[in-house]
């Protein structure tokens, strides 16, 4: 089961253009809000909405200069989302792992029987 | 379309149907799932599952014996699950003659909606390998990024 916070960052990341937002204010930098509107296919307004579901999961952090605001990536929630699903990753080698050994387990024993009877 | 979050799988050296009973039969289930398996393998069936002291309903999608079982997981309490609010486990079993089947397994999460086809499918093609590969890419762009 997840966590909230997990929850958070992953409906952040649900999104595919978040994704978009996301993948730009990694390759770009700090940039601001109309800049990133001029590189996406949908409005400044959805560009503030989508900065503000990633700010609330902790991806995407702003400061000011000047008169401008600018977005940036936080690294270490971004390192951290990672980790959590390569946790996720490993946690269903481990299941198919232990269903591998089951099952084959199940079949030696079928056929050791099939031996018996046959 | 769904969006994959994450795609696994594993050469089994067993017979396709051992290995559906294996993660279809809840006694069997509690051994490489939760710790308490409550679980009727019906589509449309709820059930619970207990990990440790933590569990949670699951609702069954699929069941197409003994190729593919899929369920519904971790959608907030008192609500049915349903596309946008929870996450698809799906398990698809593919025979490689008598004695060995290829089981993969993905958990995937909301559906790509309001998003012109086109940039669907791209999307789809750039995210395959799951939001792991997805988070990968970006935190190790990023690194260098700030190293450089």
């Known amino acids: ?118 | 379309m769904a969006d994959l979050v994450i795609e696994r799988e594993v050469l089994v050296e067993a017979p396709v149907e051992v290995v559906w009973r294996t993660i279809t039969e809840p006694d069997q289930m509690s051994q490489w799932f939760a710790d308490r398996v409550e679980l009727v393998v019906e589509p449309g069936a709820h059930g619970f599952m207990q990990f440790g002291d933590q569990g949670g309903p699951v609702v069954v999608e699929t069941v197409d014996p003994p190729t593919r079982f899929s369920f519904r997981w971790n959608h907030p309490r008192e609500e049915e699950p349903v596309t946008g609010n929870s996450m698809l486990v799906e398990f698809t079993l593919t025979p490689e003659g008598n004695e060995r089947t290829r089981l993969r397994v993905s958990e995937s999460g909301h559906e790509l909606l309001a998003w012109p086809d086109a940039e669907k499918e791209r999307y789809a093609g750039e995210h395959r390998g799951g939001w792991a590969e997805y988070l990968d890419r970006l935190a190790t762009l990023l690194a260098k990024r700030q190293s450089g």
Not at chain 1, 92 to 100: A, E
């Open chain 1, 1 to 118: 089961m997840t966590t909230q916070a997990d929850d958070e960052l992953w409906s952040a990341i649900a999104d595919p253009s978040r994704r978009r937002v996301l993948d730009l204010l990694v390759s770009n930098g700090d940039v601001s809000a109309s800049w990133l509107a001029g590189h996406v296919p949908f409005s400044r307004q959805a560009v503030s909405k989508h900065l503000a579901v990633l700010e609330q999961a902790g991806l995407v952090s702003r400061r000011k200069q000047g008169r401008e605001v600018l977005y940036q990536v936080e690294a270490d929630r971004l390192d951290q989302a990672t980790r959590a699903m390569a946790d996720l990753a490993a946690q269903w080698d481990r299941r198919l792992g232990t269903i591998k050994r089951l099952a084959e387990a199940a079949h030696a024993e079928n056929k050791k029987r099939n031996r018996h009877e046959g």
